[in-house]
Every structure is written in structure tokens, then in C-alpha cells.
């Protein structure tokens, strides 16, 4: 009796266990992953015992036929399920996927939406004035005010803040609490997540994948076509038509550039008549 209870293998059950409450996590939540990136960089001497004791644990349970260690097959089954799906962009879920295909396709969708939206935002915005903000179930997640008649730096608010002084930082520029929700709601009926406002371009965001950040950038004004061609230049951007352009922001670790630009740019010169 005292054997089969040290030949159950808990501590390898924990170990397991947590792998996969990571790896199941990071793949529904797109924070979740965010931070598990960030933490994975920075403790990275936790995490890797962690996974190769995961491994080695698999790997013993295949060829040790004990009872006991039966329980541990489906979790590595999970396990293994969910790296596959990480890797394989294809088995990923819609909301985790992104690229200029599909931001095009949904710009072409919805242009009426995008362009009232911009025209909106310069009825609101007052003179070398620019804000970001960014929306999170139905709250302000971030909160950036320009204002050089007050302050010749950005106010810069995040999460808690954001939601708390928000409101306050934005009647600085003239924008109320209902001009707020205006925007908000314009937002949500492109089931998109942020306003970035200069007096130059708005960018509207799209997605979040992972730590980078797919936006809309629509022009205020005709480009020229020697900013086209910056545009065309800029690794981080993809012009598409007349004043719009996709733009990539990445975070702290990976690819800086917009993901698939040059795949993209070679189909589309293949499509022009």
C-alpha cells in the first residue's frame, strides 16, 4: 500500500498541471500571453525546469507502464495540444490572428463607418491638441492627452487611472464625458478597441496580438506622393488607397516590423492591372 503511494507521481501531476493551466491560458487570452511572455523573459530560470520537467515527465510516462501514471496521459495530451496550436498559426483562434488581407477586406467592409469616425474626431479636436485612448469592456484601459497650451509633454494614464482621471485629462482638450462615450461606441460598432488623434492622422485600433498592435491610419489631408512612398518604405506601415494606410506597432520582443508586408505588397502588385 505505502509503495503504490510513492509511486504516484504528484509532484510530476503539479508540474504537469501547471504547464497546462499556462499554456491553455495564454491560448484563450491574448493578456494572458502577453504577460506569460514577459514573465517567461524575465524568470526564465523558473519556467525552463518547469517545461523540462514537463518533458521529462511525458517522456516517462510513455515507457513506464505504471498504473499510477496513467492520470498524467491526458494532461500531457492537453499539454501537447494546445503547444500545437500556439505554433500552427492556422489552428489558432480568429480573434488571435491578424494581417493586411484581412484589414483591408475589413477597411473595404466598413469604410463609411471608418471615414464618418475620422471626420468625426476633427470636429472635436481643437487646434495642435491629440489624444489616445483605448477602450477595455466598456472602460478606458489607457488615456494619453496632448495639450502644448498646458503642457508641452504627453499625460499619460494607464489602466486604473485611465478609468479614474480619464475623463478629467480629457476635459483639458474639450472632451466631455459624453463626446467620450460618443467615441466609445463608435468604436464598438467597428469592434474596434483605441483612437489615436493627431492633427495630421487618426489611427484606429484594430487588434491586439500577443505584445504588437494592428491600427488603421487614415489621413487627414491628400498624400503626396513622396509621403506615399514613405509610407511604402516605412517597415512598420503598408499603404493600401488614397489617404489610408495599416500600421504595426510591436512590443518589447519580437518582430518589429508590420508581419507580412512584403508578401502582402508583391499579391498586391500581382492584382494591378
Known amino acids: 500500500m505505502n509503495k503504490q503511494k510513492n509511486d504516484f507521481p504528484i509532484s510530476e501531476v503539479i508540474a504537469?498541471?501547471?504547464?497546462?493551466?499556462?499554456?491553455?491560458?495564454?491560448?484563450?487570452?491574448?493578456?494572458?500571453?502577453?504577460?506569460i511572455i514577459l514573465l517567461f523573459a524575465m524568470f526564465f530560470w523558473v519556467f525552463l525546469p518547469?517545461?523540462?520537467?514537463?518533458?521529462?515527465?511525458?517522456i516517462d510516462t510513455l515507457f513506464l507502464r505504471k498504473r499510477a501514471r496513467k492520470i498524467l496521459l491526458p494532461i500531457h495530451f492537453l499539454i501537447a495540444l494546445f503547444l500545437v496550436s500556439h505554433?500552427?498559426?492556422?489552428?489558432?483562434?480568429?480573434?488571435?490572428?491578424?494581417?493586411?488581407?484581412?484589414?483591408?477586406?475589413?477597411?473595404?467592409?466598413?469604410?463609411?463607418?471608418?471615414?464618418?469616425?475620422?471626420?468625426?474626431?476633427?470636429?472635436?479636436?481643437?487646434?495642435?491638441?491629440?489624444?489616445?485612448?483605448?477602450?477595455?469592456?466598456?472602460?478606458?484601459s489607457i488615456c494619453h492627452v496632448y495639450n502644448p497650451r498646458s503642457n508641452p509633454k504627453w499625460n499619460n494614464n494607464w489602466n486604473e487611472d485611465a478609468a479614474a482621471k480619464g475623463d478629467?485629462?480629457?476635459?483639458?482638450?474639450?472632451?466631455?464625458?459624453?463626446?467620450?462615450?460618443?467615441?466609445?461606441?463608435?468604436?464598438?460598432?467597428?469592434?474596434?478597441?483605441?483612437?489615436?488623434?493627431?492633427?495630421?492622422?487618426v489611427s484606429v485600433g484594430y487588434k491586439r496580438i500577443l505584445l504588437g498592435k494592428y491600427d488603421f491610419l487614415l489621413f487627414r489631408?491628400?498624400?503626396?506622393?513622396?509621403?506615399?512612398?514613405?509610407?511604402?518604405?516605412?517597415?512598420?506601415?503598408?499603404?493600401?488607397?488614397?489617404?489610408?494606410?495599416?500600421?504595426?506597432?510591436?512590443?518589447?520582443?519580437?518582430?518589429?516590423?508590420?508581419?507580412?508586408k512584403e508578401e502582402y505588397e508583391k499579391n498586391a502588385a500581382g492584382r494591378i492591372p
Open 87 to 140: 505554433i500552427l498559426p492556422s489552428t489558432r483562434l480568429p480573434s488571435n490572428k491578424c494581417g493586411a488581407e484581412e484589414m483591408v477586406a475589413y477597411y473595404d467592409k466598413h469604410e463609411p463607418e471608418f471615414q464618418e469616425l475620422k471626420s468625426y474626431i476633427y470636429t472635436i479636436l481643437p487646434d495642435s491638441c491629440a489624444f489616445h485612448i483605448e477602450f477595455e469592456n466598456g472602460k478606458m
Open 168 to 201: 478629467s485629462l480629457l476635459l483639458t482638450i474639450g472632451i466631455n464625458p459624453n463626446i467620450r462615450e460618443t467615441l466609445r461606441q463608435k468604436l464598438k460598432k467597428l469592434c474596434c478597441i483605441s483612437v489615436d488623434a493627431l492633427p495630421s492622422s
Open 221 to 260: 489631408n491628400p498624400l503626396s506622393p513622396e509621403e506615399i512612398e514613405d509610407i511604402k518604405n516605412d517597415y512598420t506601415r503598408i499603404y493600401y488607397r488614397d489617404n489610408v494606410a495599416l500600421e504595426y506597432g510591436s512590443g518589447a520582443v519580437g518582430s518589429m516590423g508590420f508581419p507580412g
Open 50 to 58: 518547469l517545461f523540462f520537467y514537463t518533458l521529462f515527465s511525458l
Open 16 to 35: 504537469s498541471g501547471i504547464t497546462l493551466a499556462i499554456v491553455s491560458v495564454s491560448y484563450f487570452d491574448q493578456k494572458a500571453l502577453t504577460a
